[in-house]
């Protein structure tokens, strides 16, 4: 038995050695499972950039509506909105856009 041990001992280390890296590269820290999960992670990571990017361009364009040149209709909507205000004997009327 010892004597066909030393015999195949290439054989056994090399077939030890493939296994270890075939498992290695298929689950380890850089394997191909991981690779996948980060890639799934930076897609996800992508979107949430995308919808902060469009929150950051919506919240600039209402500074500059209040800072440099100051709009009196966006401020009478912010009034209207936060505090409830109203005209007295005032009407309002909901216009429903149809582009059908």
């Known amino acids: 038995m010892l ?9 056994i280390i ?3 050695l493939v296994l270890y890296f075939f498992f290695n590269l298929m689950s380890g820290e850089r394997g191909l499972v991981s690779y996948l999960e980060k890639k799934d ?3 996800d990571l992508k979107i949430k950039e995308a919808n902060l990017l469009s929150k ?3 919240l600039d364009f209402k500074n500059s ?3 440099d040149n ?3 209709d966006y401020v009478e909507i912010l009034i209207r ?3 409830l205000f109203g005209k007295k004997n005032e009407k309002i009327y909901i216009i429903k856009n149809n582009e059908n």
């Open 3 to 11: 004597k066909n041990l030393k015999k195949n001992y290439f054989l």
């Open 14 to 16: 090399s077939t030890f």
């Open 41 to 43: 992670i930076l897609m």
């Open 56 to 58: 950051i361009e919506n």
């Open 65 to 67: 509506l209040l800072s």
């Open 70 to 72: 100051l709009d009196l």
């Open 81 to 83: 909105e936060r505090f």
